[in-house]
T-cell receptor
Framework: AQTVTQSQPEMSVQEAETVTLSCTYD???????LFWYKQPPSRQMILVIRQEAYKQQNATENRFSVNFQKAAKSFSLKISDSQLGDAAMYFC???????????????FGGGTRVLVKP | EAQVTQNPRYLITVTGKKLTVTCSQN?????MSWYRQDPGLGLRQIYYSMNVEVTDKGDVPEGYKVSRKEKRNFPLILESPSPNQTSLYFCASSPYIAQPQHFGDGTRLSIL
């Protein structure tokens, strides 16, 4: 079974600075997807960024970028130029690319709370 | 507007009183899932459905039931709720295996 680990329960960053969130995962599969989700106080689950395992190029979405290290099974998220609206819980998630995967199941890490100081 | 709608958003109830959390999606998605979110554990899949009348257990199915009689609806049933089912619940849907999931806004259940 796949597992996802986020080792930082909480991170603090100054507004306009950069913060990096760590995520490691364990899998025996070669084809899969990785995601970062943001959960603000409103509780919504918002997809921030997605990475396909077969792509070597790291995904980028505006101020959000990832460092995907397939051999090391590491998938960190970098938030640049942090804004007050970035304050939220962030979840790393794994999904198999197999058509037999349990209903498109996402396996989540425990989350990292990001605090942004003005 | 494409959305996944859960009801209720909040519920406080007592042990043993049957309850149902409804989930409905208007995107004609094949796949639907229920997750529960607990501090430090992230979200864990309870049940999932890959089509009408096709459901299966996820990682934490004990104490829950589901049904999928129509494509758009996927209710979560707690026949005899217990305090350890106090949690934040999410319904999610996706069109097929490779597509991102759409999440509902969550249901906060407190069982006393």
């Amino acid at each position: 079974a796949q597992t996802v680990t986020q080792s930082q329960p909480e991170m603090s960053v100054q507004e306009a600075e950069t913060v990096t969130l760590s995520c490691t995962y364990d899998t025996s599969e070669s084809d899969y997807y990785l995601f970062w989700y943001k959960q603000p106080p409103s509780r919504q689950m918002i997809l921030v960024i997605r990475q396909e395992a077969y792509k070597q190029q790291n995904a980028t979405e505006n101020r959000f970028s990832v460092n995907f290290q397939k051999a090391a099974k590491s998938f960190s998220l970098k938030i640049s130029d942090s804004q007050l609206g970035d304050a939220a819980m962030y979840f790393c998630a794994y999904r198999s690319a197999s058509s037999k995967a349990a209903g498109n199941k996402l396996t989540f890490g425990g989350g990292t709370r990001v605090l942004v100081k003005p | 507007e494409a959305q996944v709608t859960q009801n209720p958003r909040y519920l406080i109830t007592v042990t043993g009183k049957k309850l149902t959390v409804t989930c409905s999606q208007n995107m004609n998605h094949e796949y639907m899932s229920w997750y529960r979110q607990d501090p430090g554990l992230g979200l864990r899949q309870i049940y999932y459905s890959m089509n009408v009348e096709v459901t299966d257990k996820g990682d934490v199915p004990e104490g829950y039931k589901v049904s999928r009689k129509e494509k758009r609806n996927f209710p979560l049933i707690l026949e005899s709720p217990s305090p350890n089912q106090t949690s934040l619940y999410f319904c999610a849907s996706s069109p097929y295996i490779a597509q991102p999931q759409h999440f509902g806004d969550g249901t906060r259940l407190s069982i006393l």
